[in-house]
Nanobody
Framework: QVQLVESGGGLVQAGGSLRLSCAAS????????MGWYRQGPGKQRDLVAT???????NYADSVKGRFTISRDNAKNTVYLQMNSLKPEDTAVYYC???????????????WGQGTQVTVSS
């Protein structure tokens, strides 16, 4: 089972920056993609950005050019650098890992507990 520990959320003014981190630990065979999703008040959970083990990235249109996802495979850690933050970026940000457990050939999703990001206007 993998565990995900997120950090880096907080309160920032519009135009500011934050960096989120998510470290994976535990017993698992491998991690394919890692990513960040967010859920605003009264909204569904949406994709922010994902990155594969090979470094291929995917971003939501709303964050392109402002957010950068990166990954340290040796540390099983994914980062989300968020610049030019807007009030509409306010949400709980969840880390996701698409990983393979030991002794099981299937890949499954696992979610972190979430970290609050609040952007004031």
């Amino acid at each position: 089972q993998v565990q995900l520990v997120e950090s880096g959320g907080g309160l920032v003014q519009a135009g500011g920056s934050l960096r989120l981190s998510c470290a994976a630990s535990g017993s698992f065979f491998s991690i394919n993609s890692m990513g960040w999703y967010r859920q605003g008040p009264g909204k569904q959970r949406d994709l922010v950005a994902t990155i594969t083990a090979a470094g291929n990235t995917n971003y939501a249109d709303s964050v392109k050019g402002r957010f950068t996802i990166s990954r340290d495979n040796a540390k099983n850690t994914v980062y989300l650098q968020m610049n030019s933050l807007k009030p509409e970026d306010t949400a709980v940000y969840y880390c996701n890992a698409y990983y393979r457990r030991l002794h099981d050939p299937r890949y499954v999703d696992y979610w972190g507990q979430g970290t609050q990001v609040t952007v004031s206007s």
